[in-house]
């Protein structure tokens, strides 16, 4: 069995100074999911999201982004999923992505809102046929007896809506604006770099470098 207390890497692949970053943690973060991309990683738009229920018992479950601009980063999910209830009790979350191949993580803070319906129509519109149905087909989070329920709910909803199922109305989208950005570079010895963005009372962004 392998000895976990042995299990050790060394992170020299970048590094992240203030000269080298950008002054507004958008651009930054643009810049590192754009090098993701490029560097061809599995699924470079995979984040985890956390949240925390009315008992303060924290939660995390992994999401696909599907924009990011000014206004904050965005995903798609069922209402009443685990995630969607939190969220209602606690709109504050928290996002991150690890690009392991990169050395890198980000982390993002900030309130969730929903999307318009208009927004939250437009992507779902845009879905493979089958993800559509199976928005309609999945109690998100519920117990069900077996896989059975999943496939027969499928069935039937595909039965009903063809090839034009609408927006469920418990499914749409999320969007998280950003108070706190944290970028982190590996680095070896440990001496990783860590720069972290925060809005101050002006609503500017104030970089610092945080020990890692």
């Known amino acids: 069995m392998t000895d976990l207390a042995t299990l050790r890497k060394s992170y020299e692949r970048g590094k992240l100074s203030e000269e080298s970053s950008h002054a507004d ?3 930054q973060f643009a810049q590192w999911f754009q090098e993701a991309i490029a560097a061809q990683l599995p699924e470079p738009n995979a984040m985890t999201l956390a949240t ?3 008992r303060q018992r924290p939660s995390t479950r992994i999401v696909l982004i599907k924009s990011y601009d000014e206004h904050g980063l965005t995903w798609f999910t069922n209402y ?3 995630k969607g209830r939190e969220l209602a009790n606690n709109p504050w979350a928290a996002l991150q992505f690890h690009w392991v191949e990169l050395e890198r993580v980000v982390r993002i803070e900030g309130r969730v809102e929903k ?5 939250s129509d437009a992507y779902f519109a845009s ?3 089958d993800s559509r149905i199976g928005a309609w087909a999945s109690p998100q989070s ?3 007896a077996d896989r059975g329920v999943l496939i027969a709910a499928a069935a039937r909803y595909a039965a009903r809506f063809l090839l034009d ?4 109305p418990h499914w749409g989208g999320y969007r ?12 070896k010895s440990r001496l990783h770099d860590r720069l972290r963005y925060r809005l101050d009372g002006t609503r500017q962004w104030i970089r610092e470098r945080l020990a890692p």
Do not use: K, M
């Not at 999307?115 to 927004?119: C, F, K, N, S």
């Not at 199922?165 to 469920?168: E, G, V």
């Not at 998280?176 to 680095?187: A, I, K, S």
């Open 25 to 27: 943690p958008l651009a």
């Open 52 to 54: 925390v229920d009315s």
């Open 80 to 82: 009443e999923s685990r």
């Open 115 to 119: 999307l318009a319906a208009a927004e």
């Open 127 to 129: 879905r493979p046929l």
């Open 142 to 144: 519920q117990v069900i």
């Open 165 to 168: 199922p609408p927006r469920p």
């Open 176 to 187: 998280l604006q950003p108070d706190t950005w944290e970028f982190w570079q590996g680095r």
